[in-house]
């Protein structure tokens, strides 16, 4: 469990110059989001597009194509035909990063670095426990927050669990293990996210009993992944840009009140998302959303509750089970979580 205060305080402590690195200072100090791409593949600062994002197979009524855009992060795959024109109903929470080097049996051969300095919380060395396949994950820290790098797809793992890297550092070699993908399609998928709930384990445990959790807490179900292309390139352009400052940008797409519950973690952990508010003598929480999941803001409430309901959802011509991945169905004053959008949001505060 991280307890985000004292952790910051025992790093501060460590790094031996108390006058000059006090809490404050470290602090600061670890706001600057300092990222860099995972693989020799930069074309993302050049355009990005094909040279960049590795291309998808896609078969839509009978016509096969491949897509480089769906090698992107975002609602991006599986094209569903609706009253309002086609809706991309699938959401990518990373990118796909193709492949520059291969040796002469066209083996993927590029080497895999750490895009941040940080911890390894997780290797996944079973390529059938995951839709990643041999994946990595990699904690951060950046103004007390933590936040996690995954690496997927992997052909080899060069780190071990509890080992500290530094942005840069070599972590492994791109492959081809997972679900759906082939020599060809080698790539490297890259995310950056959030976690949810430290007691993940117990709440997957209730809901998904028949298929075993290999990961701990580090399952993709528990790291909600933000835009890292888009963060990437705003980097570029402004160095010191914060989480905070980042995800300002989003748009809300839907708000869910959550009871009152002392296991709500995310204000915990990203207490940048309350703001100026504080949790004290409200009856519930709201919760604002990305159209992906991603939470954004959390706001007191005086709303009387006993399960997560949905407050507000933005207006659409579809119904928002196509665009919420199934979180949400309905439309407008209609709109409701769906159970599997309820189990999600119970994910925050479970077990209440
Ligand atoms: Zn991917």
New binding site residues.
């Given amino acids: 469990m991280i307890i985000f205060g004292v952790r910051g305080h025992v790093r501060a402590f460590e790094s031996g110059d108390p006058a000059s690195a006090g809490p404050h200072a470290k602090m600061a100090q670890n706001e600057v989001v300092d990222l860099v791409l995972p693989t020799d593949n930069d074309a993302l600062f050049h355009g990005g597009g094909p040279a960049f994002y590795?291309y998808i197979e896609r078969d839509y009524k009978g016509v096969k194509s491949t897509p480089w855009e769906g090698?992107q992060y975002g609602f991006v795959r599986d094209p569903v035909e609706t009253g309002a024109g086609i809706v991309y109903t699938r959401f990518?929470?990373?990118?796909?990063i193709r492949a520059l080097h291969r040796d002469a049996k066209a083996e993927p051969l590029d080497e895999v670095r750490a895009i941040a300095d940080g911890k390894v919380v997780h290797t996944n060395l079973v390529p059938g426990f995951s839709n990643?396949g041999k994946y990595i994950v990699i904690e951060h820290e950046w103004g007390g927050s933590p936040y996690y790098s995954l690496y997927?797809?992997l052909g080899a793992i060069d780190v071990r669990v509890g080992q500290s890297v530094q942005r840069g550092q070599h972590i492994g070699v791109m492959g081809y293990t997972g679900q759906g993908i082939n020599q060809e399609r080698a790539?490297l998928?890259?995310?950056l996210n959030l976690m949810l709930s430290h007691r993940f384990e117990a709440w997957y445990d209730k809901f998904h009993k028949h298929d075993p959790n290999h990961h701990g807490i580090y399952n993709g179900i528990n790291l909600t992944g933000l835009d890292i292309a888009r963060l990437y390139v705003e980097l570029r352009q402004e160095p010191s840009l914060t989480i905070l400052q980042f995800l300002g940008k989003e748009e809300t797409f839907y708000k869910v009140a959550i009871p009152k519950s002392r296991h709500f973690e995310l204000p915990k952990l990203y207490p940048w998302m309350l703001g100026s508010n504080t949790v004290a003598d409200r009856a519930s929480w709201e919760v604002s959303f990305t159209r992906s999941g991603l939470p954004l803001k959390i706001e007191p409430s005086a709303r009387r509750i006993r399960r997560p309901e949905i407050t507000y959802i933005k207006q659409s011509p579809v119904d928002t089970s196509f665009l919420t991945n199934d979180v949400a169905a309905g439309r407008g004053n209609r709109a409701h979580l769906t159970e599997y959008g309820k189990q999600q949001m119970r994910l925050l505060i479970w077990p209440d």
């Fill in positions: 590795q090698g990518h929470e990373g990118i796909d990643y997927g797809h790539h998928h890259l995310e």
